[in-house]
């Protein structure tokens, strides 16, 4: 008989061993060697077996050894030392507590930091032992906590606790993906629900059509210092549908995305309000969003200024926009979160529609009113964009690539100007870095992994040293790929004498190149398959033998992902290569560790540009792996010729037939005559001198790059403490600023259609009669019909440099034209002079753009006005 309900009961320990909860309780943990050297000494090999899970561990531990380790004073003392390092990291001042007490007077012009952070995510990858993620968005999640937390950064996070996580993967007997939802019970998982003063659990709702309403409880998880609030549908008051909400991540139909998401934006602001009236937290000044996903939460922040503060829609948006950072994360329009606008009229309109935040306005929001959009859909990243004052990409091509797939919502605005920057993403050392290769780096450099420029010091690791960790490192993966290949036959249909071959399968001697990640087709899982005789000869190498180990899982909706997978898997199968070349189902955080540890190389051969960042190959490269990757994401601003390889790129290739073949070739190229050549040059010692020094430069030249700390870091500085400002400039008297802000926008933009640049006209140039020299300058004069406006409103400004063949300025500079004279017919001349800093071809241009303190960024309203466009200008000058 199956049972109908499934549900976990917690062990009560003995009072001696109460400091254990507190330890489990708290997920630094997942991150921190020496608890996990303590829960694995509670029992060693139920640790293993329970996958390194201490929730399941005191689950499953025996009484009498629970009863055991109370009366054992060597293990009490070192619980209750492992307890106070844990209460002395939660509580003494870290690095952002440094800038609050420096600011502002030791940070002259940065403004002081914000008291707190708000962080909202749809998945995160936090431990194995919490599945609640799906691949690079929510591990990339998980790492920013952890960094915050080891930094002091004031973030409080809000989630969903999906009952069923993303989905377990296997194999059927033919190679294809199966799934399943194994139900997690939260009381199986660190975490406890948010109680109210008087314990009563909170609760928090959402409108629905028809009047309903759909209810969500409030899990919490410590991650170190950050909290986590992670939403639960699945409680009594909603109805069988309803507490499905959060059954699955990226589960379901449009409806029920949708659903998910506003209970994701709105619900969770409704969540924080009440975690911090409940603790006592600062309420956040900063909001940041990760991907579209949680778009609605600024809504609901209107909703709130617009209900309580007496605020007009357009104000409450000019405040909500200041304290926002919408971070974006897809460089191809298939991943954006795209709705039916009838199902967002469906949802807020009719019944559901709130008095202030009226459903005309949230459908102009998300609508894609640019060349090339869809009225009948709403996009959640371009509602996340017009939503924030600040917005990023997560490498620097990805921030160009973004300008350029967004440049539509910023009007007449060229590429370059277009208000979307880039911080690149990066990785959380003590979470993905061996505890072998932290151990070596920092006895060379105590400070290496504490402080990223200590990683420099690589460079002095003993070669020998360096091989022996590289060794171990590689043969853990084996051992551990080679438990994993017999399950998955043995689930597939093997018997026990058809999977003996498991057991010898992959050598620790051998060259071994990692390739895992999600399964989208432009990720190219099989492009190492494009010749499978040259992959087999390259595998079976009498010298130089290759094996190559993969992970990976496809959405369960994408069957094309699905048949790239089975094609790998079957290519696997053969009994000639399989030894030498493994899939391994069930991609997770555990398995990640492994493999990229173990890896010597790191492969990725995404279609550029389409890959945004790809953090695997910065965990990777920290471990003393080179990677093998299409210069795309992270890989293409930070590789330099020996640090890996970049494999040559046809992207300009229009068949794509032809740019798989030759960007194949290029791969197995690089693989036989350089990466398995220099792997398998040994000297007199048995050492790859010239491998190792490729591998000493990696870790000293990306140490200080990739590192998770590095990327918060840069957040705090470059977003969450100028958006703080910029948030309290708005609220500052009763909302001043929100108001003059909204006012001024609304006074610009009914005029902006009359404000026009007539004439422009340069000469005079102090070089003389034989034209422009360099060193010189170069007077610029215009005449602007400013339609009303006052000269304050605009900035008149002349961009100027060198330009291509087709007259296009390259990296322009810009140059502020002051007014000349009165205003006359409502027209005012400007001039100004242009340096000729450079010699060869030069070009200038003239616009006019709305201009106004509170403003982040000049193409923030997206209007601009710009000259017609002859052949050359009013006095026939060309420009």
Known sequence: MRAIRRFTVRTVLPE???????????????????????????????????????????????????????????????????AEDLREYLTA????????????????????????????????????????????????AGDHLKAASDLGVPIIAVGLLYRHGYFAQSLSRDGGQLERYPSIDPDGLPLTLLRDAGGTPVRVAIG????????????????????????????????????????????????????????????????????????????????????????????????????????????????????????????????????PRELIERHFGGAAESRDVPLERVLDLGAETYPGGDPAVFNMAVMGMRLA????????????????????????????????????????????????????VAR??????????????????????????????????????RRRLRESWLQ??????????????????????????????????????????????????????????????????????????????????????????????????ALARFLVQGCDVWMNNPLRPLEACGTSGMKAALNGALNLSVRDGWWDEWYDGRNGWAIPSADGLADPDRRDDLEAAALYELIEEQVAVLFYDRDSAGLPRRWLEMVKHTIAALGPKVPASRMVRDYVTDLYTPAAAASRAMSA????????????????????????????????EDGGEDGPRLGGRLPVRVVVHLAGLDPSDVAVEVAHGRVDESDALIDPEYLQLSPVGSIENDRLRYAGEVPLRRSGVFGYGVRVVPRHRLLAHRAETGLIALPPAPHGSADGTPH
């Open 444 to 481: 060379e450099a105590p400070s290496a992994v504490e402080s990223g420029q200590g990683w420099r010091r690589a460079h002095d690791l003993p070669d020998t040293d360096l091989w022996r960790v590289r060794r171990d490192l590689r043969e853990r993966l084996v051992v551990e790929a």
């Open 208 to 339: 629905l059509p028809q009047g309903r309403r759909l209810h969500a409880q409030v899990w919490l998880a410590r991650v170190g210092r950050v909290p986590q609030l992670l939403l639960d549908s699945d409680v009594e008051g909603n109805d069988q549908a309803g507490r499905g909400i959060t059954d699955r991540l990226y589960g379901g139909g449009g409806d029920h995305r949708l659903l998910q998401e506003m209970l994701l934006g709105i619900g969770g602001v409704r969540a924080i309000r009440a975690y911090c009236r409940i603790t006592g937290h600062p309420a956040p000044e900063v909001f940041h969003t990760n991907e579209g996903h949680a778009g609605f939460l600024g809504l609901e922040r209107i909703r709130e200024l617009v209900s309580q503060e007496g605020l007009s829609f357009d104000e409450a948006l000019e405040a909500v926009r200041a304290g926002t950072v919408f971070t974006t994360h897809t460089p191809v329009p298939a991943g954006i979160d795209r709705f």
């Open 93 to 140: 001042p870290r690095w952002y507590q440094s800038l609050t007490e420096s600011a502002p007077a030791r940070r002259p012009g940065r403004g002081r930091p914000a008291e707190a952070i708000a962080y909202f995510s749809p998945e995160y990858g936090i431990t194995a032992a919490l599945p609640q993620y799906s691949g690079g968005l929510g591990i990339l």
């Open 733 to 764: 008297d009763g909302y001043a600023g929100a108001r003059e802000l909204a006012a001024w926008k609304q006074r610009v933009a009914k005029a902006w259609p009359g404000v026009a640049v007539e004439h422009v006209e340069s000469g005079g």
């Open 492 to 589: 597939r249909g093997a018997s026990e004498a058809e999977v003996a071959w498991t057991a010898a399968a992959l050598d620790p001697d051998v060259l071994t190149i990692g390739f895992a990640r999600r399964v989208p087709s432009y990720k190219r899982l099989t492009l190492m398959l494009r010749d499978p005789d040259r992959l087999r000869a390259i595998l079976l190498h009498p010298e130089r033998p290759v094996q190559i180990v993969i992970a990976g899982k496809a959405h369960p909706a994408d069957e094309g992902g699905k048949r790239l997978i089975q094609e790998i898997v079957r290519f696997a199968d053969r009994e000639d290569v399989r030894h030498r070349i493994v899939f391994l189902p069930d991609y997770d955080m």
């Open 16 to 82: 001696p061993l109460r400091p254990l909860e507190e330890l489990i309780l708290n997920l630094r943990w997942s991150w921190h060697h020496e608890t996990r050297d303590l829960f694995r000494s509670v029992d060693p090999a139920r640790w293993e077996a329970v996958g390194r899970d201490p929730v399941r561990l005191l689950g499953e531990v025996s009484p009498d050894r629970l009863e055991q380790l109370a009366a054992d004073r060597r293990f009490l003392r070192r619980l209750e030392d492992t």
């Open 389 to 440: 004052q600040r917005v990023n990409g997560v490498s620097e091509l990805h921030g160009r690539v973004s300008r350029e797939m967004f440049g539509g919502l910023w009007g007449g605005f060229d590429t370059a100007d277009v208000p979307i920057g880039s911080i690149t993403n990066g990785v959380h050392t003590r979470t993905w870095v061996a505890r072998e290769v932290l151990d070596l």
